[in-house]
């Protein structure tokens, strides 16, 4: 920086000349040196339960509206576990919501990973659930085929926006019916 240059920056800005001077500045630097480094970046697992704008969800056999803290309605799951008898009469997923900016749907969409008799190809339930932005919380309701579970293992894709696709997918919730005794 020149000594004019200096001199004008101390005058506009009324500070001493001392001031004015040159910053140690690092010359020519390599663009890689000011990118994030991929070793050091974690790949988003869309395989596991999501996460991003969920504060949380779980699979329960139902669920409680309670009045929240802003006084708002706010679900609760009722009996949370990952593992259901056959008859079942529904499986649910209670989440919570971080802030959103925007109206939203969260679908649900249940395929049998391993259930016997089952391709794990076929959509056995599904459900959505519309997010307006007062919302922080909801659920989805998954009903059995046929009135009564198949026993095995099931897979839940969630997805968020306003429709479902290939871009949509934020994460995957597991369940098991087990037979009963």
Known sequence: ????????IALLLGVP??????????????????????????PYDFDAPPGGMFRSITMAEGFEEEMGFRRTHEIVPVRPTEQFPPETPAVFIVFHLHQHYQAF??????????????????????DAMYMALE????????????DRWTPGRYKVEIHAGEEVNEMSL????????????
């Open 105 to 126: 749907q969260v679908f649900g969409r249940c395929f049998p990973e391993n259930a016997p008799g089952l391709s794990p190809d076929t959509l056995v339930s599904q």
């Open 17 to 42: 000349l001392a001031w004015a001077e040159d910053l140690p500045l690092t010359r020519n630097l390599p663009v890689p040196d000011f990118q994030n480094n991929q070793q050091d970046a974690k």
């Open 135 to 146: 919302d922080e919380s909801g659920y989805l309701k998954l009903f059995p085929p046929q």
């Open 1 to 8: 920086m020149t000594a004019l240059c200096r001199l004008l």
């Open 170 to 181: 934020v994460g995957t919730m597991r369940f098991t019916i087990v037979a009963g005794k």
